[in-house]
């Protein structure tokens, strides 16, 4: 973190703001009063339950926790239905931008029965509660209605982010044994279709526990169907509409979403019914200030991530809030496309990611100044250490000099906000998540896991269960206990570094792990590592993220050739040629996000006498540092030689 950093703030809010705000003082004094009978309230608040529970939470069998034991619910109901029963059924839902500038607005009540139709095809597709469903889908309107279809009919959906390859959309319906999956023939990226279908053939192509594939037509490309596809306007057409649902108990799972860790195997981490959805909608509710009726909220994240699943599906939807979904890029086909949909939607509360601020800081200022942002009164930023300066370019060019700024930190695991301000009521100090909400109890730690004091850095925990985390990673109860659990004894441990200022702010440092944070996206360094020995020119890898910019950090590969490759990386071109191979490879194996952005050949990697490579060091390496301290190393000149072969 940049030691301006302090230069900045506090921003206290207008009194006008706090006199508005949906998240007001008086929820911490609640919260600290008695946090169970917080939790209830908010749960019984917010959401509609066919059955009330009888146990706000059963900690019992930690760390796996029980929220709301004995109430029983449907979120698609809450999603859906509600809204319209209660009379909001004109309200727009989803006003969708497609990337070629299509549009279509969506209502309550179109969404509701939308979600009926899907519902009907999936169960004559044959699924049934707790069957699997995977999504590889673009973000297109049908991304949604399939998760609300799954959550109907108490299936759990596992959505893939479309940017993943085939290989690793295959290892992910294989985890979760998916019965039926939903993709589309394609989606529009950079103004051109990016085609879905073929990459889902593959996938299933041999052994498979897929029955049928629905397929949603979105560019009209020519399409290969096999006797498993189904059109998705066909499935829905001769589906009857499952109008009628079933309610399921609170902890009954929701969804499995993948995530790197420190291992190359993905997690599948799962998320239930009742906490989940209290926690999602809480947190939308009083962090991002949401008035639904008023407000027109954007959360520019992907559904194939955690934020696009709580943020633009469970959490507005379940609040009834009007939100623009957008299919595309932020540069398509300009570079203000983003502020020309805020001008034309109106859009009052904008949430989006710090890479996202840097790479418009870095375009200028001058394309948003085009566009009229007055409706704009709230923005958040989520996924990664958002760095003043950029907080202060967001506040000033797209916040009107004004708009307070909600720094989110949170996770996949921990499903829904943990940490913010509350912008009727913190005095916000750019650069830092502050604290955690009301009802979070988050602190940060020693090495022997005792609180530390104001200007100290440690490791961020969370101390007690909270509705909305993760109830395991799918099949692999032990991996949750050994990954969370056993760092700290009975704190949840979230990887992270943090600090703790004189004001007693917490400021997230980032991962103290191998995971690697690129333009938000998480990416674990042994997952790219095992992707590029599979290459057949590699013999050893060692990736690091090295820090960036723009995206945060960036990929930064250093690999030992074998023999057979060695001698064609003697010539300039030949070894970029197969630098640049080995770059595909990782993007067929894994997704084009995690491509490295540099990838170096060594012939030797830092080590220590018990054969563990130094990725600190080669970290100094890729920030064009000189190596620090090696002297643990089975050798310590490695590095001297390492600097030596780059400057060549
Ligand atoms: C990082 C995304 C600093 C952090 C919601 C965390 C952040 C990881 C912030 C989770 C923030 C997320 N400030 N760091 N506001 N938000 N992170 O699972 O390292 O994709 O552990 O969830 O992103 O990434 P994930």
């Given at each position: 973190m940049s030691e301006t950093a302090e230069e900045y703030g506090p921003f206290p809010p207008s009194p006008e703001f706090s006199q508005q705000a949906v998240g007001q003082k008086s929820l911490y004094e609640e919260a600290d009063a008695d946090r169970e009978a917080f939790w209830a309230k908010q749960a019984r608040e917010r959401l509609t339950w066919a059955k009330d529970f009888d146990k706000v939470l059963d900690w019992s069998e930690a760390p796996v926790a029980k929220w709301f034991v004995g109430g029983e619910l449907n979120v698609a109901y809450n999603c859906a239905d509600r809204h319209v029963e209660a009379g909001n059924g004109d309200r727009v839902a989803l006003h969708f931008v497609g990337e070629p500038g299509d549009e279509r607005d969506i209502t309550y009540a179109e969404l509701t029965e939308l979600v009926q139709k899907a519902a009907g095809a999936l169960k004559a597709a044959?699924?049934?509660?707790g069957d699997r469903v995977a999504l590889y889908l673009p973000m297109i309107p049908e991304a949604i209605i399939s998760m609300l279809a799954c959550a109907r009919l108490g299936a759990v959906h596992s959505v893939v982010f479309g940017g993943f390859s085939s290989d690793a959309l295959r290892t992910r319906i294989a985890d979760g044994e998916a019965k039926v999956v939903i993709t589309a023939d394609g989606g529009y990226r950079r103004g051109k279709p990016s085609a879905l279908k073929p990459a889902v053939d593959e996938a299933i192509?041999?052994?498979?526990?897929?029955?049928k594939v629905l397929v949603v037509k979105r560019t009209g490309e020519e399409t290969e169907m096999t006797d498993k596809d189904v059109w998705w306007d066909d499935a829905l057409e001769a589906a009857e509409p499952a109008v009628d649902f079933d309610t399921f108990d609170s902890e009954h799972p929701l969804f499995i979403l993948y995530t790197s860790g420190t291992t190359g195997k993905p997690k599948g981490i799962f998320h239930t019914t009742g906490g989940y959805l209290t926690q999602a909608a809480y947190t939308n509710a009083v962090v991002h200030d949401v008035h639904p009726g008023e407000d027109v909220y954007w959360c520019t994240a992907d559904v194939g991530w955690v934020t696009g699943h709580s943020y633009i599906v469970y959490g507005p939807l379940a609040n009834g809030v009007t939100q623009v979904l957008y299919e595309g890029t932020p540069d398509s086909p300009h570079q203000g496309r983003w502020w020309e949909i805020v001008q034309n939607k109106k859009v009052s509360i904008f949430y989006t990611a710090p890479t996202a601020i840097r790479t418009c800081m870095k375009w200028g200022k001058e394309i948003p100044a085009?566009?009229?942002?007055?409706?704009?009164r709230v923005l958040g930023s989520v996924g990664e250490p958002i760095n003043p300066e950029a907080w202060m370019w967001f506040r000033d060019n797209i916040g009107g000099g004004s708009a307070p700024i909600v720094d989110t930190w949170w996770q996949t695991e921990t499903g829904?906000?943990?940490?913010?301000?509350?912008p009727g009521v913190t005095s916000l100090v750019p650069g830092s998540a502050q604290a955690p909400v009301p009802g979070i109890t988050a602190d940060v730690v020693d090495e022997e896991g005792k609180s530390v004091g104001n200007g100290e850095t440690g490791y961020l925990v969370i101390r007690d269960p909270w509705p909305s985390m993760l109830r395991g990673i799918w099949g692999d109860l032990q991996r949750y206990k050994d990954t969370y659990w056993s760092r700290f004894e009975d704190m949840y441990f979230a990887g992270d570094g943090a600090k703790r200022d004189e004001d007693g702010n917490i400021w997230v440092l980032g991962r103290v792990d191998d995971v690697m944070n690129v333009s938000g996206h998480r990416l674990s360094t042994s997952e790219i590592e095992s992707a590029l020995v599979s290459h057949d020119a590699v013999a050893e890898a060692a990736v690091v993220g090295a820090a960036d910019e723009t995206t945060g950090q960036a990929v930064c590969a250093f690999v030992i050739l074998r023999e057979e490759a060695r001698d064609q990386a003697a010539d300039d071109d030949k070894r970029e040629e197969l630098v640049q191979a080995m770059r595909s490879h990782v993007g067929k194996q894994?997704?084009?996000?995690?491509?490295?952005k540099t990838i170096l050949v060594v012939d030797e990697l830092p080590k220590t006498r018990s054969g563990k490579i130094m990725r600190r060091l080669l970290k100094d390496v890729a920030e064009g540092r000189e190596a620090g301290d090696a002297t643990t190393l089975a050798d310590p000149s490695v590095m001297e030689k390492i600097q030596a072969g780059l400057k060549k």
């Open positions: 044959g699924v049934e509660k192509s041999g052994e498979t526990t897929v029955q085009e566009y009229d942002l007055s409706s704009v829904a906000i943990m940490m913010s301000a509350l894994i997704g084009a996000i995690a491509k490295p």
